[in-house]
């Protein structure tokens, strides 16, 4: 019995028995088998390998004689980009003087109140690991 031309109905196995057959009998992948033109693959390979060069070119280090020509060092420009950050960090909610301020305790204000909390808890972390990593950077 076939399940396709050329593809046999394997017999009864185990998994192992399974993965060897398919690894055995499949043919080798091809925009044909997809119902594609052969330049199909030709197309997905170059974007492949365009992505990949972009990405390795991306890595390389941007310090060097071959710079932009500022004279910063990559610390320079992280500790520059790290002080603007904390700059535009919020203030805490003060929840205290909002609790204050709440009149009636509607679902929709006990809601806002819980998302202040977790915005407080979560601006801490990121400042937290900001002052860490300007510690990394000394």
Request: charged fraction near 25%.
């Given at each position: 019995m076939t399940l396709n031309s050329?593809?046999?109905?394997?017999?009864?196995?185990?998994?192992?028995?399974?993965?060897a057959y398919l690894s055995e009998e499949l043919p080798p992948e091809s925009p044909y088998l997809y119902g594609l033109h052969?330049?199909?693959?030709?197309?997905?390979?170059?974007?492949?390998?365009?992505?990949l060069f972009r990405t390795v070119l991306e890595m390389q280090p941007r310090d060097g004689a071959g710079g932009s020509g500022s004279g910063m060092s990559k610390e320079e420009k992280v500790k520059g980009t790290?002080?603007?950050i904390?700059?535009?960090?919020?203030?805490?909610?003060n929840l205290a003087e909002m609790l204050a301020r709440t009149e009636d305790r509607t679902p929709y204000t006990v809601v806002a109140l819980q998302e202040c909390e977790r915005m407080n808890i979560l601006t801490n972390e990121i400042k937290r690991s900001l002052k860490e990593l300007d510690l990394g950077l000394k």
């Open positions: 050329g593809f046999n109905i394997p017999g009864s196995m185990d998994y192992v028995g399974y993965h052969p330049n199909a693959e030709i197309g997905f390979l170059t974007m492949t390998s365009e992505h790290l002080d603007e904390m700059e535009r960090m919020p203030e805490e909610f």
